[in-house]
Protein backbone atom coordinates (compact mmCIF):
# COMPACT_ATOMS: atom_id res chain seq x y z
CA UNK A 1 0.00 0.00 0.00
CA UNK A 2 1.33 3.53 -0.69
CA UNK A 3 0.41 6.39 1.25
CA UNK A 4 -1.08 8.82 -0.20
CA UNK A 5 -1.55 12.80 0.51
CA UNK A 6 -4.44 15.04 -0.89
CA UNK A 7 -4.53 18.29 -0.70
CA UNK A 8 -7.32 19.65 1.76
CA UNK A 9 -9.76 22.47 1.42
CA UNK A 10 -12.29 23.67 3.63
CA UNK A 11 -16.08 24.32 1.78
CA UNK A 12 -18.78 26.45 2.91
CA UNK A 13 -21.64 24.38 2.74
CA UNK A 14 -25.18 26.43 3.29
CA UNK A 15 -27.06 23.72 1.25
CA UNK A 16 -28.20 25.90 -1.14
CA UNK A 17 -26.95 25.62 -4.58
CA UNK A 18 -24.38 27.59 -5.10
CA UNK A 19 -22.16 26.28 -2.27
CA UNK A 20 -23.22 22.83 -3.24
CA UNK A 21 -21.49 23.52 -7.00
CA UNK A 22 -18.53 25.17 -5.39
CA UNK A 23 -17.76 22.19 -3.19
CA UNK A 24 -18.34 19.70 -5.83
CA UNK A 25 -16.23 22.19 -8.06
CA UNK A 26 -13.13 22.28 -5.14
CA UNK A 27 -13.45 17.99 -4.89
CA UNK A 28 -13.09 17.97 -8.97
CA UNK A 29 -9.46 19.94 -8.25
CA UNK A 30 -8.48 17.24 -6.33
CA UNK A 31 -9.09 18.59 -2.66
CA UNK A 32 -10.16 16.40 0.43
CA UNK A 33 -13.28 18.31 1.35
CA UNK A 34 -13.54 19.62 5.00
CA UNK A 35 -17.78 20.93 4.95
CA UNK A 36 -18.19 24.00 7.33
CA UNK A 37 -22.14 25.21 7.53
CA UNK A 38 -23.38 27.69 10.70
CA UNK A 39 -26.51 27.59 12.48
CA UNK A 40 -26.71 30.65 13.34
CA UNK A 41 -30.18 31.98 14.16
CA UNK A 42 -31.52 31.47 10.49
CA UNK A 43 -34.93 31.62 9.70
CA UNK A 44 -35.19 27.76 9.48
CA UNK A 45 -33.01 24.71 9.95
CA UNK A 46 -34.13 22.93 6.63
CA UNK A 47 -30.87 24.59 4.84
CA UNK A 48 -28.71 22.65 7.73
CA UNK A 49 -30.71 19.37 6.69
CA UNK A 50 -29.91 20.32 3.00
CA UNK A 51 -26.16 21.17 4.11
CA UNK A 52 -25.43 17.73 6.16
CA UNK A 53 -26.69 15.95 2.78
CA UNK A 54 -24.66 17.61 0.24
CA UNK A 55 -21.77 16.96 1.99
CA UNK A 56 -21.82 13.20 2.29
CA UNK A 57 -23.04 13.35 -1.48
CA UNK A 58 -19.69 14.92 -2.15
CA UNK A 59 -17.85 13.01 -0.09
CA UNK A 60 -16.40 15.44 2.47
CA UNK A 61 -13.95 13.78 4.86
CA UNK A 62 -15.46 15.67 7.61
CA UNK A 63 -18.76 18.10 8.14
CA UNK A 64 -18.84 21.25 11.32
CA UNK A 65 -21.82 22.73 12.16
CA UNK A 66 -20.74 25.84 13.71
CA UNK A 67 -23.53 27.10 16.18
CA UNK A 68 -23.42 30.79 17.59
CA UNK A 69 -26.64 33.07 17.50
CA UNK A 70 -26.48 36.42 15.22
CA UNK A 71 -30.48 37.02 16.80
CA UNK A 72 -28.85 38.36 19.68
CA UNK A 73 -28.33 41.70 17.98
CA UNK A 74 -30.60 40.72 14.91
CA UNK A 75 -29.83 43.58 11.73
CA UNK A 76 -30.98 41.41 9.38
CA UNK A 77 -34.37 40.02 8.04
CA UNK A 78 -32.91 36.46 8.17
CA UNK A 79 -32.10 36.81 11.68
CA UNK A 80 -35.29 38.86 12.94
CA UNK A 81 -38.81 38.16 12.65
CA UNK A 82 -39.09 40.59 9.63
CA UNK A 83 -40.74 39.20 6.67
CA UNK A 84 -38.65 38.98 3.61
CA UNK A 85 -39.51 40.38 -0.02
CA UNK A 86 -41.87 38.43 -2.13
CA UNK A 87 -42.00 38.61 -5.86
CA UNK A 88 -40.00 40.75 -7.19
CA UNK A 89 -38.49 40.21 -10.63
CA UNK A 90 -34.99 39.76 -10.36
CA UNK A 91 -34.44 43.13 -12.44
CA UNK A 92 -35.53 44.50 -9.19
CA UNK A 93 -33.33 42.79 -6.79
CA UNK A 94 -29.36 44.08 -7.94
CA UNK A 95 -28.27 47.38 -7.04
CA UNK A 96 -29.96 47.97 -3.77
CA UNK A 97 -28.71 45.73 -0.76
CA UNK A 98 -31.56 43.89 0.49
CA UNK A 99 -32.78 43.36 4.37
CA UNK A 100 -31.93 39.98 3.52
CA UNK A 101 -28.49 41.16 4.30
CA UNK A 102 -26.53 39.69 7.24
CA UNK A 103 -23.88 42.57 8.45
CA UNK A 104 -20.74 41.02 8.06
CA UNK A 105 -21.65 37.51 7.50
CA UNK A 106 -19.60 36.37 5.12
CA UNK A 107 -16.75 38.02 7.06
CA UNK A 108 -17.87 35.59 9.84
CA UNK A 109 -17.78 32.24 7.94
CA UNK A 110 -14.99 33.12 6.46
CA UNK A 111 -12.60 33.72 9.74
CA UNK A 112 -14.16 30.44 11.01
CA UNK A 113 -13.42 28.97 7.51
CA UNK A 114 -9.66 30.17 8.03
CA UNK A 115 -9.76 28.51 11.94
CA UNK A 116 -10.49 25.19 11.21
CA UNK A 117 -8.33 25.54 7.43
CA UNK A 118 -5.07 26.60 10.00
CA UNK A 119 -6.07 23.76 12.16
CA UNK A 120 -6.16 20.96 9.42
CA UNK A 121 -3.30 22.78 7.39
CA UNK A 122 -6.09 23.37 4.57
CA UNK A 123 -4.40 26.40 2.43
CA UNK A 124 -7.45 26.77 -0.12
CA UNK A 125 -11.16 28.16 1.03
CA UNK A 126 -13.77 27.10 -1.17
CA UNK A 127 -17.16 29.64 -1.14
CA UNK A 128 -20.45 29.42 -3.38
CA UNK A 129 -20.84 33.26 -3.74
CA UNK A 130 -21.36 35.40 -7.05
CA UNK A 131 -21.44 38.71 -7.64
CA UNK A 132 -23.63 38.76 -10.61
CA UNK A 133 -27.00 37.44 -9.08
CA UNK A 134 -25.97 39.11 -5.68
CA UNK A 135 -24.54 42.25 -6.61
CA UNK A 136 -26.16 44.39 -3.64
CA UNK A 137 -24.34 41.86 -1.24
CA UNK A 138 -21.28 43.58 -0.65
CA UNK A 139 -19.01 40.90 0.83
CA UNK A 140 -20.32 38.68 -2.44
CA UNK A 141 -17.45 40.91 -4.33
CA UNK A 142 -14.09 39.66 -5.38
CA UNK A 143 -12.30 42.92 -3.78
CA UNK A 144 -13.69 41.89 -0.65
CA UNK A 145 -12.30 38.55 -0.91
CA UNK A 146 -9.04 39.64 -1.90
CA UNK A 147 -9.15 42.19 1.12
CA UNK A 148 -9.78 39.16 3.28
CA UNK A 149 -7.35 36.42 2.17
CA UNK A 150 -4.87 39.49 2.56
CA UNK A 151 -6.12 39.33 6.30
CA UNK A 152 -5.88 35.84 6.57
CA UNK A 153 -2.11 35.71 5.56
CA UNK A 154 -1.25 38.32 8.26
CA UNK A 155 -3.43 37.09 10.61
CA UNK A 156 -2.38 33.87 11.42
CA UNK A 157 0.59 32.16 12.44
CA UNK A 158 0.36 29.80 9.21
CA UNK A 159 0.02 32.66 6.58
CA UNK A 160 3.52 34.45 8.56
CA UNK A 161 5.49 31.44 8.47
CA UNK A 162 4.80 31.10 4.53
CA UNK A 163 1.85 28.93 3.95
CA UNK A 164 -0.22 30.98 1.84
CA UNK A 165 -4.17 31.04 2.18
CA UNK A 166 -6.33 31.41 -0.88
CA UNK A 167 -9.94 32.42 -1.23
CA UNK A 168 -11.92 30.24 -3.97
CA UNK A 169 -14.69 31.78 -5.27
CA UNK A 170 -14.93 29.72 -8.48
CA UNK A 171 -18.96 31.24 -9.43
CA UNK A 172 -18.14 34.74 -8.75
CA UNK A 173 -18.32 35.67 -12.47
CA UNK A 174 -21.14 32.73 -13.35
CA UNK A 175 -24.46 33.24 -13.73
CA UNK A 176 -27.03 31.41 -12.05
CA UNK A 177 -27.65 29.29 -15.38
CA UNK A 178 -23.75 29.18 -15.87
CA UNK A 179 -23.59 27.51 -12.07
CA UNK A 180 -26.41 24.76 -12.81
CA UNK A 181 -24.87 23.82 -15.97
CA UNK A 182 -21.55 23.72 -14.26
CA UNK A 183 -22.91 21.94 -11.50
CA UNK A 184 -24.94 19.24 -13.73
CA UNK A 185 -21.77 18.31 -15.30
CA UNK A 186 -20.06 18.01 -12.40
CA UNK A 187 -22.83 15.40 -10.89
CA UNK A 188 -24.13 17.44 -8.26
CA UNK A 189 -27.73 16.50 -7.31
CA UNK A 190 -29.90 19.59 -6.60
CA UNK A 191 -32.67 17.09 -5.24
CA UNK A 192 -30.50 17.89 -2.04
CA UNK A 193 -30.02 21.65 -2.10
CA UNK A 194 -32.47 23.71 -0.88
CA UNK A 195 -32.57 28.01 -1.38
CA UNK A 196 -36.32 29.11 -0.29
CA UNK A 197 -35.69 31.41 2.37
CA UNK A 198 -38.81 30.10 4.07
CA UNK A 199 -38.28 26.74 6.03
CA UNK A 200 -42.03 25.15 5.30
CA UNK A 201 -42.54 21.36 3.14
CA UNK A 202 -41.58 23.11 -0.24
CA UNK A 203 -39.70 25.96 -1.92
CA UNK A 204 -41.98 29.31 -1.84
CA UNK A 205 -41.21 30.25 -5.23
CA UNK A 206 -42.09 33.61 -4.34
CA UNK A 207 -39.41 34.74 -2.10
CA UNK A 208 -35.81 36.43 -4.23
CA UNK A 209 -34.17 33.17 -3.96
CA UNK A 210 -36.52 30.97 -5.13
CA UNK A 211 -37.32 33.70 -7.89
CA UNK A 212 -33.47 33.51 -9.10
CA UNK A 213 -33.38 29.65 -8.59
CA UNK A 214 -36.15 29.47 -11.25
CA UNK A 215 -34.26 31.62 -13.54
CA UNK A 216 -31.50 30.36 -13.31
CA UNK A 217 -33.03 26.79 -14.43
CA UNK A 218 -35.10 28.29 -16.39
CA UNK A 219 -32.20 29.61 -18.48
CA UNK A 220 -30.18 26.83 -18.25
CA UNK A 221 -32.75 24.72 -19.97
CA UNK A 222 -32.66 22.49 -17.62
CA UNK A 223 -35.92 21.46 -14.75
CA UNK A 224 -35.07 21.70 -11.32
CA UNK A 225 -34.86 18.02 -9.60
CA UNK A 226 -36.52 19.90 -6.22
CA UNK A 227 -39.71 20.45 -7.64
CA UNK A 228 -39.87 16.79 -8.18
CA UNK B 1 -34.63 67.77 28.26
CA UNK B 2 -32.15 68.14 25.95
CA UNK B 3 -31.86 64.69 23.31
CA UNK B 4 -27.85 63.92 22.92
CA UNK B 5 -26.03 61.45 21.29
CA UNK B 6 -22.68 59.82 21.83
CA UNK B 7 -21.22 58.09 19.40
CA UNK B 8 -21.02 54.44 20.19
CA UNK B 9 -18.03 51.90 19.89
CA UNK B 10 -17.97 47.98 19.97
CA UNK B 11 -15.55 46.98 22.60
CA UNK B 12 -13.79 43.42 22.84
CA UNK B 13 -13.94 42.62 26.48
CA UNK B 14 -12.01 39.46 27.55
CA UNK B 15 -12.18 40.01 31.75
CA UNK B 16 -8.09 40.24 31.38
CA UNK B 17 -6.66 43.75 32.25
CA UNK B 18 -5.76 44.60 28.35
CA UNK B 19 -9.53 44.80 27.25
CA UNK B 20 -10.77 46.21 30.70
CA UNK B 21 -8.34 49.05 29.64
CA UNK B 22 -9.20 49.68 26.06
CA UNK B 23 -12.62 49.54 27.13
CA UNK B 24 -11.56 52.77 29.57
CA UNK B 25 -10.03 54.29 26.77
CA UNK B 26 -12.77 53.80 24.66
CA UNK B 27 -15.34 55.79 27.49
CA UNK B 28 -12.78 58.28 28.20
CA UNK B 29 -13.15 58.78 24.57
CA UNK B 30 -16.88 59.48 24.91
CA UNK B 31 -17.90 56.17 23.61
CA UNK B 32 -20.99 54.65 24.62
CA UNK B 33 -19.63 51.29 25.00
CA UNK B 34 -21.39 48.20 23.47
CA UNK B 35 -19.20 45.42 25.09
CA UNK B 36 -18.38 41.87 23.61
CA UNK B 37 -17.35 38.68 24.51
CA UNK B 38 -16.58 35.27 23.54
CA UNK B 39 -17.90 31.89 25.02
CA UNK B 40 -15.62 29.88 22.34
CA UNK B 41 -13.96 26.71 24.41
CA UNK B 42 -11.95 28.40 26.38
CA UNK B 43 -10.49 26.82 29.24
CA UNK B 44 -12.44 27.96 32.08
CA UNK B 45 -15.08 30.87 32.97
CA UNK B 46 -13.57 33.17 35.31
CA UNK B 47 -12.43 35.30 32.28
CA UNK B 48 -16.32 35.48 31.66
CA UNK B 49 -17.39 35.99 34.71
CA UNK B 50 -14.50 38.70 34.85
CA UNK B 51 -15.91 40.05 31.36
CA UNK B 52 -19.11 40.55 32.82
CA UNK B 53 -17.84 42.47 36.09
CA UNK B 54 -15.41 44.58 33.70
CA UNK B 55 -18.17 45.38 31.50
CA UNK B 56 -20.72 46.37 34.23
CA UNK B 57 -18.31 48.82 35.98
CA UNK B 58 -16.91 50.16 33.27
CA UNK B 59 -20.65 51.36 32.26
CA UNK B 60 -21.07 49.46 29.18
CA UNK B 61 -24.79 50.13 27.37
CA UNK B 62 -25.12 46.44 26.96
CA UNK B 63 -22.98 43.26 26.76
CA UNK B 64 -23.39 40.55 24.40
CA UNK B 65 -21.75 37.25 24.82
CA UNK B 66 -21.66 35.25 21.80
CA UNK B 67 -21.18 31.37 22.16
CA UNK B 68 -19.46 28.96 19.63
CA UNK B 69 -17.08 26.04 20.20
CA UNK B 70 -14.13 25.74 18.85
CA UNK B 71 -13.18 22.69 20.57
CA UNK B 72 -15.03 21.00 17.76
CA UNK B 73 -11.66 21.47 16.10
CA UNK B 74 -9.07 22.44 18.83
CA UNK B 75 -5.84 23.65 17.35
CA UNK B 76 -5.09 25.26 20.37
CA UNK B 77 -3.48 24.62 24.00
CA UNK B 78 -6.51 26.79 25.27
CA UNK B 79 -9.21 24.89 23.44
CA UNK B 80 -7.68 21.03 23.81
CA UNK B 81 -6.55 19.54 27.32
CA UNK B 82 -3.21 20.27 26.44
CA UNK B 83 -0.81 21.74 29.50
CA UNK B 84 -0.42 25.53 28.76
CA UNK B 85 3.48 26.28 29.30
CA UNK B 86 4.55 26.95 32.88
CA UNK B 87 6.86 28.60 34.42
CA UNK B 88 8.57 30.48 31.59
CA UNK B 89 10.22 34.11 31.76
CA UNK B 90 8.94 36.37 29.83
CA UNK B 91 12.18 36.52 27.61
CA UNK B 92 11.54 33.58 26.34
CA UNK B 93 7.81 34.07 25.42
CA UNK B 94 8.68 36.68 22.55
CA UNK B 95 9.56 35.60 19.05
CA UNK B 96 7.92 31.98 18.94
CA UNK B 97 4.00 31.55 18.74
CA UNK B 98 3.00 29.33 22.02
CA UNK B 99 0.87 26.88 21.81
CA UNK B 100 -1.84 29.24 23.32
CA UNK B 101 -2.39 31.13 19.97
CA UNK B 102 -5.76 30.05 18.62
CA UNK B 103 -5.92 29.49 15.07
CA UNK B 104 -7.69 33.06 13.99
CA UNK B 105 -9.13 34.00 16.86
CA UNK B 106 -8.97 37.53 16.44
CA UNK B 107 -10.10 37.19 12.94
CA UNK B 108 -13.37 35.59 14.57
CA UNK B 109 -13.68 38.20 17.03
CA UNK B 110 -13.18 41.02 15.07
CA UNK B 111 -15.83 39.68 12.46
CA UNK B 112 -18.42 39.39 14.84
CA UNK B 113 -17.59 42.80 16.36
CA UNK B 114 -18.03 44.04 12.83
CA UNK B 115 -21.36 42.91 12.79
CA UNK B 116 -22.52 43.89 15.99
CA UNK B 117 -21.18 47.54 14.77
CA UNK B 118 -23.18 47.92 11.48
CA UNK B 119 -26.10 46.69 13.72
CA UNK B 120 -26.04 49.66 15.76
CA UNK B 121 -24.29 52.03 14.06
CA UNK B 122 -20.97 51.99 15.49
CA UNK B 123 -18.11 53.13 13.50
CA UNK B 124 -15.33 52.45 15.97
CA UNK B 125 -14.22 48.93 17.38
CA UNK B 126 -11.62 48.78 20.31
CA UNK B 127 -9.24 45.56 21.19
CA UNK B 128 -6.80 44.88 23.66
CA UNK B 129 -4.50 44.02 21.59
CA UNK B 130 -0.59 44.66 21.89
CA UNK B 131 2.69 43.98 19.93
CA UNK B 132 4.80 43.96 22.56
CA UNK B 133 4.28 41.88 25.20
CA UNK B 134 3.02 39.34 22.43
CA UNK B 135 4.95 39.85 19.38
CA UNK B 136 4.34 35.72 18.74
CA UNK B 137 0.81 36.44 17.95
CA UNK B 138 0.32 37.24 14.52
CA UNK B 139 -2.83 38.53 15.20
CA UNK B 140 -2.18 41.25 17.47
CA UNK B 141 -0.03 42.93 15.09
CA UNK B 142 -0.91 46.74 13.72
CA UNK B 143 -0.44 45.43 9.86
CA UNK B 144 -2.92 42.84 10.52
CA UNK B 145 -5.56 45.24 11.91
CA UNK B 146 -5.21 47.46 8.98
CA UNK B 147 -5.82 44.41 6.82
CA UNK B 148 -8.78 43.71 8.21
CA UNK B 149 -10.14 47.08 8.72
CA UNK B 150 -9.97 47.29 5.13
CA UNK B 151 -11.85 44.24 4.60
CA UNK B 152 -14.49 45.39 6.77
CA UNK B 153 -15.43 48.60 4.79
CA UNK B 154 -15.11 46.59 2.02
CA UNK B 155 -17.56 43.55 2.77
CA UNK B 156 -20.37 45.66 5.02
CA UNK B 157 -23.17 47.84 3.55
CA UNK B 158 -22.69 50.47 5.69
CA UNK B 159 -18.80 50.77 4.49
CA UNK B 160 -19.55 50.65 1.05
CA UNK B 161 -22.06 53.37 1.76
CA UNK B 162 -19.19 55.90 3.23
CA UNK B 163 -19.11 54.68 6.61
CA UNK B 164 -15.56 54.17 7.72
CA UNK B 165 -15.22 51.46 10.14
CA UNK B 166 -12.31 52.14 12.65
CA UNK B 167 -10.07 49.30 14.52
CA UNK B 168 -8.70 50.96 17.92
CA UNK B 169 -5.77 49.10 19.41
CA UNK B 170 -4.91 51.61 21.85
CA UNK B 171 -2.63 49.80 23.78
CA UNK B 172 -0.52 48.17 20.65
CA UNK B 173 2.46 49.97 21.12
CA UNK B 174 2.27 50.29 24.89
CA UNK B 175 4.05 47.73 27.40
CA UNK B 176 2.14 46.23 30.31
CA UNK B 177 3.36 48.83 32.77
CA UNK B 178 2.62 51.58 30.67
CA UNK B 179 -0.69 49.86 30.30
CA UNK B 180 -1.43 48.77 33.70
CA UNK B 181 -0.32 53.07 34.72
CA UNK B 182 -3.12 54.32 32.07
CA UNK B 183 -5.45 52.21 33.40
CA UNK B 184 -5.08 53.16 37.31
CA UNK B 185 -5.25 56.49 36.11
CA UNK B 186 -8.72 55.93 34.04
CA UNK B 187 -9.71 54.89 37.42
CA UNK B 188 -10.35 51.06 36.06
CA UNK B 189 -10.42 48.48 39.25
CA UNK B 190 -8.03 45.14 38.41
CA UNK B 191 -9.31 43.50 40.99
CA UNK B 192 -12.29 42.87 38.24
CA UNK B 193 -9.61 41.42 35.66
CA UNK B 194 -9.02 38.17 35.26
CA UNK B 195 -5.26 36.60 33.32
CA UNK B 196 -4.53 33.51 34.63
CA UNK B 197 -5.17 30.95 32.08
CA UNK B 198 -6.05 28.19 34.54
CA UNK B 199 -9.57 28.64 36.10
CA UNK B 200 -8.87 28.40 39.67
CA UNK B 201 -9.56 29.99 42.69
CA UNK B 202 -6.56 32.51 42.47
CA UNK B 203 -4.36 33.10 39.70
CA UNK B 204 -1.58 30.48 39.50
CA UNK B 205 1.08 32.89 38.88
CA UNK B 206 3.53 30.01 37.02
CA UNK B 207 1.42 30.51 33.21
CA UNK B 208 2.59 33.06 30.73
CA UNK B 209 -0.28 35.16 31.37
CA UNK B 210 0.01 35.09 35.11
CA UNK B 211 3.89 35.94 34.73
CA UNK B 212 3.77 38.67 32.18
CA UNK B 213 0.95 40.71 34.75
CA UNK B 214 3.41 40.10 37.35
CA UNK B 215 6.11 41.80 35.61
CA UNK B 216 3.39 44.19 34.19
CA UNK B 217 2.63 45.27 37.75
CA UNK B 218 5.75 44.83 39.13
CA UNK B 219 7.51 47.31 36.43
CA UNK B 220 4.76 49.80 37.31
CA UNK B 221 5.64 49.79 40.89
CA UNK B 222 2.00 49.06 41.46
CA UNK B 223 0.41 46.66 43.50
CA UNK B 224 -1.94 43.98 41.73
CA UNK B 225 -5.24 44.10 43.69
CA UNK B 226 -6.26 41.23 42.61
CA UNK B 227 -3.79 39.41 44.90
CA UNK B 228 -5.61 40.76 48.16
Known amino acids: MSASF ?3 AVCLVSGGLDSATSTAIARKCGFDVYALSF ?3 QRHRKELEAAERVAAALGAKRHVVITFNLRQWGGSALTTDMDVPMDRSSEQMPGDIPITYVPARNTIFLSFALGWAETVQAQHIFLGVN ?3 YSGYPD ?3 EFLRAFET ?4 GTKAGTEGQHFHIEAPLIQMTKAEIIR ?5 GVDYALTWSCYLGEDRPCMHCDSCILRAKGFAEAGIRDPLLG
Open 39 to 41: DYG
Open 131 to 133: QLD
Open 6 to 8: SPR
Open 182 to 186: AGVEL
Open 140 to 142: CRA
Open 151 to 154: TANL
